[in-house]
Structures are given as structure tokens and as C-alpha cells.
């Protein structure tokens, strides 16, 4: 008992910081105008158009060493087909660099909620990453609902990902 009570006070720790981090807050855009974003206490809530995947993104930052992400992301309309995030990488940390990858999460269906681990694994020569978390409406739906998103991003030390349940109860609430 005691050490499992250690552990988690080790792993509360690790993992208390969000994504908006580090010493400040990362900023996050819509990839749209016609998205709809609202932050409330480090959760997002969104409502997305219909055509290709759209959503936010965060400010373009510099890659942290060994670090991930936990995402907790849910999805409370049908007309959305699936929801995810995504790190873009780029090769410079400031400016209008052109990205050179991206990794991608699992899908989040309609009517789920799941905590996603997205590890900062960058190809060689990217030294900044921006996170977007984007959904994909399902055929004829013109819009989402306002509310239809809801996301926390974390970051975390990458070893914390191997936790499991007990790890994903230390996460801050969110959607």
C-alpha cells in the first residue's frame, strides 16, 4: 500500500504540468474560422465544419527531450466521425518552417472518451513540433455541434506512459 501510494505521489509529480507548460502557456488556434474553440481551466471544447479534418493547433514549440503527450480527448456528436491528434514536426522552432512529418493517434469514435499517449518521437533534423487535435465529420454532416470535442493535453515524461490505468487516474481531469 505504502508503495503504491509512493509511486503515484511520484507519478503525480511527473505529470501535474499541462501541455501549456514549462514555465508558460501554449497558445492554440483554430485551423479554421469556421471552428468553433472555447478554453476553460486547460480543457478545450470544440465544434468543427464539414471537408477535411479540422480543429486546432498548438504555437509552434521547441521539442522537448524524452517527453510525450496525454490527451483526453471525447467525442459528444454522432455527426463527428472520428477525432485525434496530431504532432506536426518541423525543422526550425520559429517562424513559417514547412513541416516534415507528423504522427498521428488513434482515432476517437462518437460517444467515446479516451486517454491517448502520443510520445515526441521527431525524425531526424526536426527541432520543433506543433500539436493539433482534429476531427473528420461523418458523409452529409454539414457542422458539429459547438460542444462536440472536448481535449486536455499533457505533457509528460515519456516513461510515464507505461503506467497504465493507475497513471491515467494522475492525469488531470478533463472531457
Same mark, same amino acid.
Given at each position: ?18 501541455? @501549456? $507548460?514549462? /514555465?508558460?502557456? =501554449?497558445? +492554440?488556434?483554430?485551423?479554421? !474560422? ?8 486547460? =480543457? ?16 509552434? *514549440? %521547441?521539442? %522537448? %527531450?524524452?517527453?510525450?503527450? $496525454? ?5 459528444? #456528436? ?5 477525432? +485525434?491528434? *496530431? ?12 513541416? &516534415? ?5 488513434? $482515432? ?12 515526441? /518521437?521527431?525524425?531526424?533534423? $526536426? ?5 493539433? &487535435? ?11 455541434? /459547438? /460542444?462536440?470535442?472536448? @481535449?486536455?493535453? =499533457?505533457? &509528460? #515524461? *515519456?516513461?510515464? =506512459?507505461? +503506467? ?7 492525469? !488531470?481531469?478533463? %472531457?
Amino acid at each position: 500500500m505504502r508503495r503504491t501510494l509512493a509511486l503515484a505521489l511520484v507519478l503525480l509529480a511527473v505529470v501535474a504540468a499541462p501541455a @501549456a $507548460a514549462d /514555465d508558460d502557456r =501554449t497558445q +492554440f488556434r483554430r485551423t479554421t !474560422p469556421r471552428a468553433s474553440l472555447e478554453e476553460d481551466a486547460g =480543457t478545450f471544447t470544440l465544434g468543427v465544419p464539414s471537408g477535411r479534418a479540422w480543429g486546432i493547433e498548438s504555437e509552434l *514549440r %521547441p521539442l %522537448p %527531450p524524452e517527453r510525450a503527450l $496525454a490527451v483526453r480527448l471525447s467525442v459528444a #456528436d454522432q455527426d463527428v466521425r472520428e477525432a +485525434f491528434a *496530431r504532432v506536426a514536426y518541423y525543422a526550425s522552432a520559429t517562424g513559417r518552417s514547412r513541416q &516534415i512529418a507528423v504522427a498521428d493517434s488513434e $482515432a476517437v469514435a462518437a460517444g467515446q472518451g479516451r486517454l491517448l499517449f502520443v510520445a515526441l /518521437d521527431p525524425p531526424p533534423g $526536426a527541432v520543433g513540433y506543433r500539436v493539433r &487535435i482534429l476531427a473528420r465529420l461523418r458523409a452529409g454532416a454539414e457542422r458539429s455541434r /459547438d /460542444d462536440a470535442i472536448r @481535449a486536455r493535453i =499533457t505533457l &509528460i #515524461d *515519456r516513461a510515464a =506512459t507505461r +503506467f497504465g490505468s493507475l497513471f491515467s487516474r494522475l492525469l !488531470p481531469d478533463g %472531457p
